[in-house]
């Protein structure tokens, strides 16, 4: 009884999304296979849920249902380990964050350092996209802007051209410090990622601004992209089709 009593009050004190495992309830080793059971029969009363094994949440509810976890809370673990960020999120979440696209699939991509194979946790797949620059709480925002520009293709429910829209309007909310390290990281971004922002910094500061990037790609190269020229007047100077 005093192990239920202990293992329901930690429960009832996190937050609805907050993903967890038995080793966030800090309780004595000896308990663990009691509280396990303990855990287990929670999920069977509708009290917590299992979003894979060994994971569990307390499920928030709404007009709409039981809502599940933010992908950030599901795949917490792969963005920072012992105090030190190890990932980023990126992909269809990030682009629903940044306002790119209404569409939430079940894929959570982080970006990150290190090759890794994809995941499966419950009804999600996380696949990894590999990150030549550090990975710093600073630089994501900038990376993230970069990833989104690398991957404009692929946002889904929108148009290139909109989504090109969307990017310099945040790309404009920068400061002059940050958009002087987003020049720089851009560099170890693949060649159709450096013209396109080279274009879009361009439209906001002018030549100058750009020089650094124009200087890192191929005079013979274009890239097909799609994008409206009425969006983006400086794509024909920066061979973008």
């Known amino acids: 009884m005093a192990i239920t009593r202990e293992v329901q009050k930690l429960v009832e004190n996190f937050q609805p999304d907050y993903v967890f495992t038995y080793q966030d309830l800090n309780l004595p080793t000896e308990w663990s ?5 303990m855990l287990n029969r929670l999920v069977g009363e509708g009290v917590i849920a299992k979003i894979s094994k060994g994971r569990f949440y307390k499920p928030k509810k709404s007009i709409f249902g039981t ?7 599901i795949v917490k673990d792969l963005l920072e380990k012992d105090g030190k ?13 940044l306002g790119l696209t209404t569409q939430v699939p079940n894929v959570i991509q982080i970006g990150t350092n290190v090759r890794k194979n994809k995941k499966q946790r ?10 030549s620059n550090p990975i710093t709480k600073d630089n994501i925002p900038l990376l993230q802007i970069l990833d989104t520009i690398r ?5 889904p429910d ?29 560099e170890k971004y693949p060649p159709m990622v450096r013209a396109l922002l080279g274009a879009m910094i361009e ?3 002018g030549t100058n601004k750009t ?21 983006l007047p400086e794509i024909r100077k920066w061979r973008i089709e």
């Open 33 to 37: 296979e009691s509280v396990i059971k």
């Open 151 to 155: 991957f404009i293709k692929e946002i």
């Open 67 to 73: 809502l599940k976890p933010k992908p950030e809370e």
């Open 85 to 97: 960020v190890i990932g980023y999120m990126t992909g269809y979440s990030l682009f629903n964050r």
């Open 122 to 131: 419950g009804l999600f797949t996380i696949s990894f996209v590999l990150q």
């Open 203 to 205: 439209n906001i500061y």
């Open 211 to 231: 020089l650094s990037l124009w200087n890192t790609l191929n005079p013979l190269t274009s890239y097909k992209v799609g994008i409206n020229e009425q969006v």
């Open 158 to 186: 929108t148009t290139i051209s909109q989504s090109c829209k969307r990017i310099i309007a945040i790309i404009q909310e920068l400061d002059k410090k940050e958009t002087d390290k987003l020049l720089i990281l851009a």
